[in-house]
């Protein structure tokens, strides 16, 4: 099954404040989550904000 990933603009904008490291290791996560990331995901109550949202602890 294909998903899609979908950035908000502020956290594209947040991304692109943090560092190389930080960067690449919010990377090599999602990456984690392509084979199957509702398996890690959180339901949303609110939907303005999405439908699932997904933790990387740093």
Known sequence: ???????TKRAVKDIQRLDNKMRKRIGNAIIRY???????????????????KFRIKL
């Open 34 to 52: 392509r084979d199957d990331p509702l398996k890690r995901a959180e339901k949303l109550s609110d939907f303005a904000f999405g439908t699932y």
């Open 1 to 7: 099954m294909n998903f899609k990933l979908v950035y």
